[in-house]
Each structure stands twice: as structure tokens, then as C-alpha cells.
């Protein structure tokens, strides 16, 4: 857990304790982490549109606890975590778009540890559910700009004024795509369903669909998808207990 509230943008940067530029982190914000379409920030997204969407499930039979993933959480066994009343339901996010080289997810099938016995658990899916967000990216502009990038690469002076007024206008682009709702979709599965995979690949995810091992939603579908998953598992836990 965090138990770090968010920051809001407007922290100043200090000197022997006293603010020298107001603003300053909304400054680093937008110097740092307007590349949306970059791999890793799109990860980050991609966990915080499912973390905003778990706020969609009907309370108070679900509960998200927000004191701790106010902020996100680095080296956890779970991404997320939600509560059907007082059973817990923990979540895994990974994500890709079109323009990645490989169309495969990794699905974290690792090790455990045993704080109790102090030892190593055998590798497993620990998570409950797995939601595998998509983001559908222009390739298009992705290729252009990466051929104009290779082509800059080894001497920048060669790039023109009208390659680089392009290249900004396709990179502008990508990134306002990212932010498009309708652009993202999400693979939603039970942990039974990775049966030890260490990796799984968008076509395996859309066969899985069409066979009802797995469901697909857009942004807006994925607190019922959740809901229906979670009251699932819910009742397989009930049956194991009998």
C-alpha cells in the first residue's frame, strides 16, 4: 500500500525550504509524460483507466480501497484490488497497441514467496483477473515518424523544416489518440483461463472470446464485466468450501 495522496500539480520546487518556482511539478508533468504513445507510459494509462472505471461497480456491495491506490503502486504482487463486500478480488493489468512489434502479453506467471515459512512459492498466476487493454494506434503515422526518426538519427541536421513540421503534427496526433476513449478496448479473463501461460498473444485473447473464456468490452463495460467475474469466483469459492 501507498497511503500517499495524490499530488495535485501545483507543489512548487523548494530551496532551503522555501517555494522558488510555483508550479514547478506541473512543469515536469508536462516535460516528463506527454508522450502518451511511449510503451511504458501507455501501461500506466492503461492501469489507471481500469483503476477509474472499478469506481463504476455498484456500491456498497463493491468497494474499491482507495486509501490504498490513491497513487500507483510499483513491485506489487496485484495491480488492483476490489472488495465484494468483504471477499477480495484482485486484478492484473497489461497492456499493447497496434504499432507494438510483438502482439503478445505477458501475463506475470511468476514465482511466489511465503513470508510464514519464509521460502519460494512455485510459479503461478496470482492475480483473480487479468484485463489485457488494447489500444488501437494510427500505424500509419507510427511508421512515418519512425522512418523519420531512422533517417534523422545519424545526423540531425539533415531533418527538413517540412519532414519535422510532419512529424509533429503525426506525433500531436498519436498522443490526442491515446486519449481517445474509443480507441482503447479490453480483454477481461479469470486466471483459470491463463492455465500457466507465460505469455499470450491478441488473437489467443479474441479465440478466447468467441469461445466465452473470455469477454471483451470497451472502457465503459469493464466494472460489469467485472461485477459478472467477480460474483462467478465468488460462487466457485462457496463450492469449494462445501
Given at each position: 500500500?501507498?497511503?500517499?495522496?495524490?499530488?495535485?500539480?501545483?507543489?512548487?520546487?523548494?530551496?532551503?525550504?522555501?517555494?522558488?518556482?510555483?508550479?514547478?511539478?506541473?512543469?515536469?508533468?508536462?516535460?516528463?509524460?506527454?508522450?502518451?504513445?511511449?510503451?511504458?507510459?501507455?501501461?500506466?494509462?492503461?492501469?489507471?483507466?481500469?483503476?477509474?472505471?472499478?469506481?463504476?461497480?455498484?456500491?456498497?456491495?463493491?468497494?474499491?480501497?482507495?486509501?490504498?491506490?490513491?497513487?500507483?503502486?510499483?513491485?506489487?504482487?496485484?495491480?488492483?484490488?476490489?472488495?465484494?463486500?468483504?471477499?477480495?478480488?484482485?486484478?492484473?493489468?497489461?497492456?499493447?497497441?497496434?504499432?507494438?512489434?510483438?502482439?503478445?502479453?505477458?501475463?506475470?506467471?511468476?514465482?511466489?514467496?511465503?513470508?510464514?515459512?519464509?521460502?519460494?512459492?512455485?510459479?503461478?498466476?496470482?492475480?483473480?483477473?487479468?484485463?489485457?487493454?488494447?489500444?488501437?494506434?494510427?500505424?500509419k503515422k507510427c511508421q512515418e515518424n519512425?522512418?523519420?526518426?531512422?533517417?534523422?538519427?545519424?545526423?540531425?541536421?539533415?531533418?527538413?523544416?517540412?519532414?519535422?513540421?510532419?512529424?509533429?503534427?503525426?506525433?500531436?496526433?498519436?498522443?490526442?489518440?491515446?486519449?481517445?476513449?474509443?480507441?482503447?478496448?479490453?480483454?477481461?479473463?479469470?486466471?483459470?483461463?491463463?492455465?500457466?501461460q507465460k505469455s499470450i498473444n491478441l488473437?489467443?485473447?479474441?479465440?478466447?472470446?468467441?469461445?466465452?473464456?473470455?469477454?471483451?468490452?470497451?472502457?465503459?463495460?469493464?466494472?460489469?464485466?467485472?461485477?459478472?467475474?467477480?460474483?462467478?469466483r465468488h460462487a466457485k469459492r462457496c463450492?469449494?468450501?462445501?
Amino acid at each position: 500500500m501507498n497511503l500517499l495522496d495524490p499530488l495535485t500539480g501545483t507543489e512548487a520546487l523548494t530551496q532551503s525550504g522555501r517555494p522558488i518556482e510555483p508550479g514547478f511539478l506541473t512543469a515536469f508533468w508536462g516535460w516528463g509524460f506527454s508522450a502518451l504513445d511511449n510503451p511504458l507510459l501507455r501501461g500506466y494509462l492503461a492501469e489507471f483507466l481500469v483503476y477509474r472505471a472499478l469506481f463504476n461497480m455498484p456500491s456498497p456491495d463493491f468497494q474499491v480501497p482507495t486509501s490504498h491506490f490513491s497513487t500507483k503502486m510499483e513491485g506489487d504482487v496485484h495491480d488492483l484490488v476490489f472488495f465484494m463486500n468483504d471477499e477480495k478480488f484482485t486484478i492484473q493489468v497489461k497492456s499493447k497497441d497496434s504499432y507494438s512489434k510483438s502482439q503478445v502479453f505477458d501475463t506475470s506467471f511468476a514465482e511466489g514467496f511465503d513470508c510464514v515459512s519464509n521460502s519460494p512459492l512455485p510459479a503461478e498466476h496470482w492475480s483473480d483477473f487479468y484485463i489485457f487493454a488494447y489500444l488501437a494506434l494510427d500505424n500509419k503515422k507510427c511508421q512515418e515518424n519512425e522512418r523519420l526518426h531512422d533517417k534523422w538519427n545519424p545526423n540531425p541536421s539533415r531533418a527538413l523544416p517540412m519532414e519535422k513540421a510532419r512529424f509533429k503534427l503525426n506525433k500531436q496526433a498519436l498522443v490526442k489518440s491515446v486519449l481517445e476513449l474509443d480507441n482503447w478496448s479490453f480483454y477481461i479473463l479469470d486466471r483459470a483461463q491463463l492455465r500457466g501461460q507465460k505469455s499470450i498473444n491478441l488473437n489467443k485473447l479474441r479465440s478466447k472470446v468467441n469461445k466465452g473464456e473470455a469477454v471483451w468490452v470497451q472502457h465503459g463495460g469493464i466494472a460489469d464485466a467485472l461485477v459478472d467475474f467477480a460474483l462467478e469466483r465468488h460462487a466457485k469459492r462457496c463450492d469449494e468450501m462445501l
